[in-house]
Nanobody, 119 residues
Framework: QVQLVESGGGLAQAGESLRLSCAASGIIFSIMDMKWYRQAPGKQRELVASITTGGSTSYADSVKGRFTISRDNAKNTVNLQMNSLKPEDTAVYYC?????????????WGQGTQVTVSS
């Protein structure tokens, strides 16, 4: 049974930091590209950050320089370090694992964790 469990969300003030973690089980983590998405109320889900199996990263323009994605294949975890938080970062953050072979070989989602940033 595949499980992606996010943790680390909560309430922060603008300028503060939060660190999200996603623990994966039931998958071969090392062959999964890992992504963080977020969805704010009334908005579409957007891709925030990605990390490939080889460790290459990419970020949405809105978070570049503030967020850092990392992975630990030994612990089957992916993290999102969020610094200099802004109120517009408020959203539910979701962890996504997608097989390097393509989504039909595996495309899994966590349940989401709420991040709320106050001004």
């Amino acid at each position: 049974q595949v499980q992606l469990v996010e943790s680390g969300g909560g309430l922060a003030q603008a300028g503060e930091s939060l660190r999200l973690s996603c623990a994966a089980s039931g998958i071969i983590f090392s062959i999964m590209d890992m992504k963080w998405y977020r969805q704010a109320p009334g908005k579409q889900r957007e891709l925030v950050a990605s990390i490939t199996t080889g460790g290459s990263t990419s970020y949405a323009d809105s978070v570049k320089g503030r967020f850092t994605i990392s992975r630990d294949n030994a612990k089957n975890t992916v993290n999102l370090q969020m610094n200099s938080l802004k109120p517009e970062d408020t959203a539910v953050y979701y962890c996504n694992a997608i097989s390097v072979l393509g989504s039909r070989f595996g495309d899994y989602w966590g349940q989401g964790t709420q991040v709320t940033v106050s001004s």
